[in-house]
């Protein structure tokens, strides 16, 4: 069977790596090829799809990065948070680069790096775990990544390892002659009663053409915690993809705040599933959608088992001819008696031309349950500029007032103080052009 | 959940209604090609427009494939071993009710519509729909006399072509889905209601409807056209009788409401729903919408849905006039092994406008049921408003819910606020009443009487009435 149309290209074989050499990543890879050209290009017609349409994407002609690109440190440093006390894993183009990275100090049964490494030393720490989360029916994208699945992060922590500090993962983007494409793949295992907080930013060096096509899986053992905060603030012509597969055990916690930012066009999929019983997950997100960015996040939360909490409440400030889709579900399956699920999605619209589409989903076969999900879209309040104006403030210092303190009931939630100051800083620099 | 043994009799009680009359039907044998819709158009005696009309529904239906889209589940059908028209012998059409086949009165009497009694209690018209043929219209000089015209559609396409042909298929389009290319094609017999310029109509219009005769699909057409500052409320009632085959009913409502005109429209459904495996049952595939074509001009649709094995309609509003209002109000009920995916578009063009999406879903026993709604603000409906709030209640751990929104918004100045709840009966709620003194039935039937009361006080009187009763004698032993 030949590849779908316009994704070739993805599939160029990866390099021959240490992962080439087994035979079950090889039989997933293969699986993966054959998923990819069943499934084809989706259409509009594909509810996953409805309002994002693929042809922009496909018309850019993205070819992977195999170059491995030598960076000085110093090319590093205007992307670093500077006060941001972290264990860091750089990814250049979907490549762990060792040099940039810094993974002294880290304590007794943790492993921290790379996933070409880890298959090169010990590929049997990852034979049952790496697609286990994401499964066999992987989607479109998580298929594409698969096939070509070879370097990301790895973070595994043993049973009640608690890391004293957070993970941060840079993954930069370095243009070139022809647009490049990296898939990198990352796998975070926390075992029975680990804890540890994983920091995710995605950036560009230059502000070129590219695009990031990246797979997480998160799995929570019981008792395991992970705050999890995502930061995308690629550069503005570039395409992101991101699809996030989280497993929790039995009264595990997940905490996930979710920044959507950069690039021009995006598309999140976040799909968590409750696999023990009493676990709590909690989903947060803001988004800035400017002039022709378009945002598309999903989410699918899978309540299987009962007695599991979920909060899912995402924001999203529009402006220019900006569009944002928000397709969020959540599904209780017919034995998960007494869930607890919240969904909310919020959406302020500064100006004509710009577009939102929202679906809020709530799918329930239990009886014993507690669902409910909100939804608006609005303008500032008139009322509220007028009170600012009235007290001397002008009208675009209101505005962009008004719109912090709508963005900052998801900000504040973000830890440690260096990373809040930083997103910040970035929000408010492209609400001062939005406003 | 324990469910008492009385509890169990109530909840396997066979359906009140179920019965098949037994009269004389000419009915045209199963199967359709351009034939059939020749001689449906022929026996009507249509004007030649119409019956290109249908041939051209026709020839884009056979195009197209059924939509799976919605979350039912059910065998696929067989549309060529379907009957396409079947209508009551009643000889050369009778002149007054004691002309009417009495066979066909003592069905009206067993559904408890004794239409001389109504004519002159409730001052209700009736148009009374049994199978295809309208066969009894009443108050129609009365009507007349206001310039009200409220017939049969196969009447006013004989008698007003002209002023029925302008409007027809311009709000439903056959293009616009797979049922109602079907509808367009065949469709057998329904409403038509014409409301001169600033005539309120005298009374609230009513037609029953009733499906007969084995395997005969029923597709109706009903259309409203209410002139610039007119009122009228239309009144749709159904029960069916008992059968093992599956039926279809792919019926289409067009509204259309012109300059400060308003039509309220409201339907009380409670079709077979099939038996306790869910064998039998109507298969209610309608396609509903109302145009608010002229400035401040108003739709609104009530409904509460309690039978047929599936339901599958979205009662719309096209907001096209500036300062129009959409509204809909909604009951549905699934028990046993109902399937049910309705909902509402309101789809705002004209500046100003504004809708209201009320729907309460109570999902008992195996019943399944989805609320699927659009709410579309087009870039120029500046100032446009939706509120929506969308309720289901679970009764029993194998009955499902689901909620599906869709908000589209392309205008900054558009506020639209979106609510849903999904949840049990509380058990605070039921103690309160049992402590009380209250019985759990009616300490549940009182509660979901309460839940539903905001749609309920929507229908008009008679209505609200009968569908309180609907909806406790629905949910009778639903309950332990």
Same mark, same amino acid.
């Given at each position: 069977?030949?590849?779908?149309?316009?994704?070739?290209?993805?599939?160029?074989?990866?390099?021959?790596?240490?992962?080439?050499?087994?035979?079950?990543?090889?039989?997933?890879?293969?699986?993966?090829?054959?998923?990819?050209?069943?499934?084809?290009?989706?259409?509009?017609?594909?509810?996953?799809?409805?309002?994002?349409?693929?042809?922009?994407?496909?018309?850019?002609?993205?070819?992977?990065?195999?170059?491995?690109?030598?960076?000085?440190?110093?090319?590093?440093?205007?992307?670093?948070?500077?006060?941001?006390?972290?264990?860091?894993?750089?990814?250049?183009?979907?490549?762990?680069?060792?040099?940039?990275?810094?993974?002294?100090?880290?304590?007794?049964?943790?492993? *921290? %790096?790379?996933? $070409?490494? !880890? &298959? +090169?030393?010990?590929?049997?720490?990852?034979?049952?775990?790496?697609? =286990?989360? /994401?499964?066999?029916?992987?989607?479109?994208?998580?298929?594409?990544?698969?096939?070509?699945?070879?370097?990301?992060?790895?973070?595994?922590?043993?049973?009640?390892?608690?890391?004293?500090?957070?993970?941060?993962?840079?993954?930069?983007? *370095? %243009?070139?002659? $022809?647009? !490049? &494409? +990296?898939?990198?793949?990352?796998?975070?295992?926390?075992?029975?009663? =680990?804890? /540890?907080?994983?920091?995710?930013?995605?950036?560009?060096?230059?502000?070129?053409?590219?695009?990031?096509?990246?797979?997480?899986?998160?799995?929570?053992?019981?008792?395991?915690?992970?705050?999890?905060?995502?930061?995308?603030?690629?550069?503005?012509?570039?395409?992101?993809?991101?699809?996030?597969?989280?497993?929790?055990?039995?009264?595990?916690?997940?905490?996930?705040?979710?920044?959507?930012?950069?690039?021009?066009?995006?598309?999140?999929?976040?799909?968590?599933?409750?696999?023990?019983?009493?676990?709590?997950?909690?989903?947060?997100?803001?988004?800035?959608?400017?002039?022709?960015?378009?945002?598309?996040?999903?989410?699918?939360?899978?309540?299987?088992?009962?007695?599991?909490?979920?909060?899912?409440?995402?924001?999203?400030?529009?402006?220019?001819?900006?569009?944002?889709?928000?397709?969020?579900?959540?599904?209780?399956?017919?034995?998960?008696?007494?869930?607890?699920?919240?969904?909310?999605?919020?959406?302020?619209?500064?100006?004509?031309?710009?577009?939102?589409?929202?679906?809020?989903?709530?799918?329930?076969?239990?009886?014993?349950?507690?669902?409910?999900?909100?939804?608006?879209?609005?303008?500032?309040?008139?009322?509220?500029?007028?009170?600012?104006?009235?007290?001397?403030?002008?009208?675009?210092?209101?505005?962009?007032?008004?719109?912090?303190?709508?963005?900052?009931?998801?900000?504040?939630?973000?830890?440690?103080?260096?990373?809040?100051?930083?997103?910040?800083?970035?929000?408010?620099?492209?609400?001062?052009?939005?406003? | 959940?324990?469910?008492?043994?009385?509890?169990?009799?109530?909840?396997?009680?066979?359906?009140?209604?179920?019965?098949?009359?037994?009269?004389?039907?000419?009915?045209?044998?199963?199967?359709?090609?351009?034939?059939?819709?020749?001689?449906?158009?022929?026996?009507?005696?249509?004007?030649?427009?119409?019956?290109?009309?249908?041939?051209?529904?026709?020839?884009?239906?056979?195009?197209?494939?059924?939509?799976?889209?919605?979350?039912?589940?059910?065998?696929?059908?067989?549309?060529?071993?379907?009957?396409?028209?079947?209508?009551?012998?009643?000889?050369?059409?009778?002149?007054?009710?004691?002309?009417?086949?009495?066979?066909?009165?003592?069905?009206?009497?067993?559904?408890?519509?004794?239409?001389?009694?109504?004519?002159?209690?409730?001052?209700?018209?009736?148009?009374?729909?049994?199978?295809?043929?309208?066969?009894?219209?009443?108050?129609?000089?009365?009507?007349?006399?206001?310039?009200?015209?409220?017939?049969?559609?196969?009447?006013?396409?004989?008698?007003?072509?002209?002023?029925?042909?302008?409007?027809?298929?311009?709000?439903?389009?056959?293009?616009?889905?797979?049922?109602?290319?079907?509808?367009?094609?065949?469709?057998?017999?329904?409403?038509?209601?014409?409301?001169?310029?600033?005539?309120?109509?005298?009374?609230?219009?009513?037609?029953?409807?009733?499906?007969?005769?084995?395997?005969?699909?029923?597709?109706?057409?009903?259309?409203?056209?209410?002139?610039?500052?007119?009122?009228?409320?239309?009144?749709?009632?159904?029960?069916?009788?008992?059968?093992?085959?599956?039926?279809?009913?792919?019926?289409?409502?067009?509204?259309?409401?012109?300059?400060?005109?308003?039509?309220?429209?409201?339907?009380?459904?409670?079709?077979?729903?099939?038996?306790?495996?869910?064998?039998?049952?109507?298969?209610?595939?309608?396609?509903?919408?109302?145009?608010?074509?002229?400035?401040?001009?108003?739709?609104?649709?009530?409904?509460?849905?309690?039978?047929?094995?599936?339901?599958?309609?979205?009662?719309?509003?096209?907001?096209?006039?500036?300062?129009?209002?959409?509204?809909?109000?909604?009951?549905?009920?699934?028990?046993?092994?109902?399937?049910?995916?309705?909902?509402?578009?309101?789809?705002?063009?004209?500046?100003?406008?504004?809708?209201?999406?009320?729907?309460?879903?109570?999902?008992?026993?195996?019943?399944?049921?989805?609320?699927?709604?659009?709410?579309?603000?087009?870039?120029?409906?500046?100032?446009?408003?939706?509120?929506?709030?969308?309720?289901?209640?679970?009764?029993?751990?194998?009955?499902?819910?689901?909620?599906?929104?869709?908000?589209?918004?392309?205008?900054?100045?558009?506020?639209?606020?979106?609510?849903?709840?999904?949840?049990?009966?509380?058990?605070?709620?039921?103690?309160?009443?049992?402590?009380?003194?209250?019985?759990?039935?009616?300490?549940?039937?009182?509660?979901?009487?309460?839940?539903?009361?905001?749609?309920?006080?929507?229908?008009?009187?008679?209505?609200?009435?009968?569908?309180?009763?609907?909806?406790?004698?629905?949910?009778?032993?639903?309950?332990?």
């Amino acid at each position: 069977m030949s590849p779908a149309p316009g994704f070739e290209q993805w599939l160029a074989p990866a390099p021959a790596s240490a992962g080439g050499r087994l035979d079950w990543l090889q039989t997933q890879r293969a699986a993966a090829r054959l998923s990819v050209a069943a499934q084809g290009v989706p259409g509009t017609k594909q509810e996953a799809w409805r309002y994002t349409s693929l042809s922009r994407l496909l018309e850019q002609g993205f070819v992977p990065a195999v170059e491995p690109v030598t960076l000085r440190p110093e090319a590093l440093e205007p992307r670093l948070i500077p006060e941001l006390d972290a264990y860091r894993v750089v990814l250049v183009n979907g490549r762990f680069v060792p040099g940039l990275s810094a993974l002294e100090g880290l304590p007794p049964g943790v492993r *921290v %790096g790379s996933l $070409a490494e !880890l &298959l +090169a030393t010990d590929p049997d720490a990852l034979k049952d775990r790496l697609n =286990a989360v /994401a499964g066999p029916d992987q989607s479109l994208f998580t298929a594409l990544n698969t096939a070509g699945l070879d370097d990301g992060l790895v973070a595994i922590m043993g049973p009640g390892v608690c890391l004293p500090r957070p993970i941060e993962l840079i993954h930069l983007s *370095v %243009g070139a002659a $022809a647009p !490049l &494409l +990296a898939q990198p793949r990352h796998l975070v295992v926390l075992e029975t009663g =680990a804890q /540890a907080h994983l920091i995710e930013r995605y950036v560009g060096l230059t502000d070129g053409l590219y695009c990031t096509n990246s797979v997480l899986e998160v799995m929570l053992g019981a008792d395991a915690v992970l705050e999890h905060q995502r930061v995308q603030l690629e550069s503005p012509k570039a395409f992101h993809l991101a699809a996030l597969y989280v497993r929790l055990g039995a009264a595990s916690n997940y905490r996930c705040i979710n920044i959507a930012v950069g690039a021009a066009w995006a598309r999140t999929d976040l799909r968590v599933r409750f696999t023990g019983e009493d676990a709590v997950c909690d989903l947060q997100g803001l988004y800035l959608v400017g002039e022709r960015q378009l945002l598309d996040i999903h989410l699918d939360v899978d309540h299987q088992v009962p007695r599991c909490r979920s909060r899912e409440y995402f924001k999203g400030i529009l402006y220019g001819k900006g569009r944002a889709v928000f397709d969020g579900r959540v599904h209780v399956a017919r034995d998960a008696q007494q869930t607890d699920a919240a969904m909310t999605n919020r959406n302020l619209v500064l100006c004509e031309g710009a577009e939102i589409d929202t679906k809020p989903q709530l799918e329930i076969e239990a009886d014993d349950v507690k669902c409910s999900h909100g939804t608006t879209v609005g303008e500032l309040d008139p009322e509220q500029l007028f009170y600012l104006r009235s007290r001397g403030i002008g009208a675009p210092l209101a505005r962009r007032m008004l719109c912090l303190g709508f963005a900052a009931e998801v900000l504040d939630a973000l830890g440690p103080e260096a990373l809040r100051m930083h997103v910040a800083e970035e929000v408010g620099h492209r609400l001062e052009q939005a406003t | 959940m324990t469910v008492s043994p009385d509890v169990e009799a109530i909840v396997t009680s066979e359906y009140e209604h179920g019965f098949v009359t037994d009269i004389a039907s000419d009915t045209l044998p199963p199967g359709l090609d351009e034939g059939v819709v020749r001689a449906i158009s022929a026996r009507k005696g249509e004007p030649e427009f119409m019956l290109e009309a249908r041939l051209r529904a026709l020839r884009h239906w056979q195009t197209m494939t059924p939509p799976r889209w919605a979350q039912v589940h059910y065998p696929p059908i067989d549309f060529q071993s379907i009957s396409y028209f079947s209508a009551p012998k009643s000889g050369d059409g009778p002149k007054s009710l004691d002309e009417i086949d009495p066979k066909l009165l003592e069905t009206y009497n067993k559904l408890g519509i004794p239409i001389e009694e109504q004519m002159a209690l409730s001052g209700i018209a009736v148009d009374a729909v049994f199978d295809s043929v309208s066969v009894a219209t009443t108050f129609r000089t009365q009507l007349a006399a206001a310039g009200v015209i409220f017939c049969a559609i196969s009447e006013a396409l004989r008698d007003y072509p002209d002023l029925v042909r302008p409007y027809l298929g311009s709000v439903v389009p056959h293009t616009d889905n797979f049922y109602a290319a079907l509808n367009a094609a065949v469709f057998s017999d329904g409403t038509f209601v014409y409301v001169p310029k600033g005539v309120r109509c005298p009374m609230e219009l009513s037609t029953y409807f009733r499906i007969n005769a084995r395997n005969t699909g029923q597709f109706e057409r009903t259309l409203i056209i209410a002139e610039a500052g007119s009122y009228v409320s239309y009144l749709e009632g159904c029960t069916a009788p008992m059968r093992d085959e599956n039926q279809l009913h792919a019926a289409v409502v067009e509204l259309i409401a012109m300059e400060d005109a308003e039509i309220k429209y409201s339907t009380v459904q409670n079709w077979y729903p099939g038996d306790a495996q869910g064998r039998g049952g109507i298969y209610n595939f309608v396609t509903k919408r109302g145009d608010c074509r002229g400035a401040r001009s108003k739709i609104s649709w009530t409904q509460v849905e309690t039978g047929s094995a599936i339901t599958w309609k979205y009662p719309s509003c096209i907001l096209r006039g500036d300062d129009s209002v959409g509204e809909f109000y909604s009951v549905a009920v699934t028990k046993g092994r109902q399937q049910a995916d309705t909902g509402t578009k309101m789809i705002h063009l004209g500046r100003n406008t504004s809708s209201t999406i009320v729907s309460k879903g109570i999902a008992a026993g195996e019943g399944e049921q989805t609320y699927r709604g659009l709410v579309r603000i087009a870039a120029k409906a500046a100032g446009a408003r939706n509120h929506t709030q969308c309720d289901s209640l679970l009764i029993g751990a194998r009955c499902a819910a689901h909620t599906v929104p869709y908000i589209e918004v392309k205008n900054p100045t558009a506020q639209t606020e979106h609510e849903a709840t999904t949840s049990k009966i509380s058990d605070d709620q039921l103690f309160y009443c049992r402590s009380r003194g209250l019985t759990a039935e009616d300490a549940v039937s009182m509660i979901v009487n309460g839940f539903c009361k905001e749609v309920f006080k929507q229908l008009p009187m008679e209505f609200a009435v009968e569908a309180q009763k609907l909806l406790s004698i629905s949910l009778e032993g639903a309950v332990g």
